[in-house]
C-alpha cells in the first residue's frame, strides 16, 4: 500500500494583550483563539495553574480530546465494518500530566461509556478497542501510554 501523507495546518492567534504586552508574568492574558479554514474557532488560554482562563480549552485539554476523538473515530469504523451498531459512545478521557525539570504527560486513559444494539456481540465490540488503538494516529504518535477502559452494555429493547 502507497504511503499517503495529509498536513493539517491551523492558526493561533495570541488575543491577551492588556496594553503592555508580556512587561512581565502577570502583565497578559494567555489567551488566544484557533483556526483552521472555514472552521469555528476554538478559544483557549493555558490551564488555570499557568494563570489561564477555565472557560477556555488549554492544550492539556486539547491533547486528551484529540487521543479521545481519534480512538473513537477508529471504534466507530471497526464497528461499522464488523456489523456492529453503537447506538451511543461517551468518553470520560482522562490525561496525567506531571511538572518537573521538564514537564511531561505520563499516561491518558480512555473511559468510553458505549451502547450497542441489543443483541450485537459485546465480546467482539470489546475486541475492537484493540484494533482502534492500534490504528489510532494520534496514540501511535505519543510517547507515553493511551489505555482504554471501556464499559459496553446493550441498548433496552424498545
Known amino acids: 500500500m502507497p504511503h499517503r501523507e495529509h498536513h493539517y495546518q491551523v492558526n493561533i492567534e495570541w488575543t491577551g494583550n492588556k496594553g503592555s504586552g508580556t512587561e512581565s ?3 497578559y492574558s494567555r489567551d488566544y483563539d484557533i483556526s483552521s479554514g472555514n472552521k469555528r474557532a476554538i478559544a483557549g488560554s493555558s490551564d488555570p495553574a499557568f494563570l489561564g482562563d477555565a472557560t477556555r480549552w488549554n492544550p492539556e485539554d486539547l491533547l486528551v480530546a484529540s487521543a479521545s476523538a481519534c480512538h473513537k473515530l ?3 469504523h471497526l464497528c461499522a465494518e464488523a456489523g456492529i ?6 468518553d ?4 496525567t500530566m506531571v511538572e518537573g525539570k521538564k514537564g ?3 499516561q491518558i486513559v480512555l473511559k468510553p461509556e458505549i451502547t450497542l444494539r441489543p443483541g450485537d456481540d459485546l465480546e467482539r465490540a470489546y475486541a475492537l478497542h484493540h484494533q482502534a488503538h492500534e ?3 494520534i496514540a501511535n504518535s505519543l510517547n507515553f ?3 482504554c477502559e471501556p464499559i459496553i452494555k446493550h441498548h433496552p429493547a424498545l
Request: glycine share 4%; charged share 15%.
Open 25 to 27: 508574568y502577570k502583565a
Open 74 to 76: 477508529w471504534y466507530l
Open 85 to 90: 451498531s453503537v447506538c451511543n459512545y461517551r
Open 92 to 95: 470520560r478521557a482522562e490525561g
Open 104 to 106: 511531561a504527560f505520563t
Open 135 to 137: 490504528l489510532c494516529f
Open 145 to 147: 501510554p493511551v489505555t
